[in-house]
C-alpha cells in the first residue's frame, strides 16, 4: 500500500542521509551522493535481480555500512556486485568472482577463497 511504500522511501532516504538532498537536482549531487541516490532508487523497486556497479565508491563510511545493510537485508532478490573491496564482497556476497583483465580466475565462497588465496604477505622492515 501507498502508505507503506512511503515509509520504506523514508527510512532508505534517512539511512543513507539523502534527506538534506531531496530538492536538489541530480546532477547537482557530489559523486557520492549520485551513487547513493542512484543506489537508492535500486532498492526501493524491490526487484528480483539487482545489479550494482561499485555502489560505495566515493560514499562516506556510515553511509557506506547503511547501504550494505540495506543490500544484505534484500530477501528473495539476487544481487550481483561489482567491487574492487574485498571486504565488501566477503560482506554482502555468497559467491564471489574474481576477474584479472576482463577474464575470471577464481570463483567460490569467501571462506573457499580465504582458505586457497588469503594468507597474504609477510613483511620485515629492518
Same mark, same amino acid.
Given at each position: ?21 531531496? +530538492?536538489? !537536482? ?10 547513493? @541516490? *542512484?543506489?537508492?532508487? #535500486? =532498492? &526501493? ?32 532478490? +539476487?544481487? !550481483? ?10 560482506? @554482502? *556476497?555468497?559467491?564471489? #568472482? =574474481? &576477474? ?27
Amino acid at each position: 500500500d501507498k502508505h507503506r511504500r512511503d515509509r520504506f522511501k523514508r527510512v532508505i532516504t534517512q539511512s543513507l542521509d539523502l534527506t538534506p538532498f531531496k +530538492s536538489t !537536482l541530480a546532477k547537482n549531487l557530489s559523486g557520492g551522493n549520485k551513487r547513493k @541516490l *542512484c543506489a537508492a532508487q #535500486a =532498492i &526501493m523497486l524491490c526487484p528480483r535481480v539487482l545489479f550494482l556497479d561499485e555502489p560505495t565508491t566515493g560514499v562516506d563510511p556510515v553511509s557506506r555500512r547503511s547501504l550494505n545493510r540495506m543490500v544484505k537485508r534484500m530477501k528473495g532478490a +539476487s544481487v !550481483l556486485l561489482t567491487t574492487h573491496r574485498m571486504d565488501e564482497a566477503e560482506q @554482502l *556476497c555468497d559467491k564471489i #568472482a =574474481i &576477474m584479472i583483465n576482463g577474464r575470471f580466475v577464481v570463483f567460490g565462497s569467501p571462506n573457499y577463497l580465504k582458505s586457497q588465496y588469503g594468507h597474504g604477505y609477510s613483511v620485515m622492515i629492518k
